[in-house]
């Protein structure tokens, strides 16, 4: 039970990070929002 909670609590942030609702924004402004999330994610995990 432990491991699925670290396992739930590390892909909720994931998603949380991740998830931009894209229909709601431009292309553009998408994915440079995934990009910068992206970055983010790589220093904390690093």
């Not at 892909?11 to 998408?30: E, T, V, W, Y």
């Not at 994915?31 to 910068?36: D, Q, Y």
Request: contains cysteine.
């Amino acid at each position: 039970m432990k491991t699925l909670q670290k396992f739930s609590s590390v892909i909720a942030a994931f998603h949380n990070h991740f998830n931009q609702d894209r229909h709601l924004i431009s292309r553009d402004d998408c994915k440079a929002r995934c990009s910068a999330a992206l970055a983010e994610w790589q220093s904390l995990v690093a």
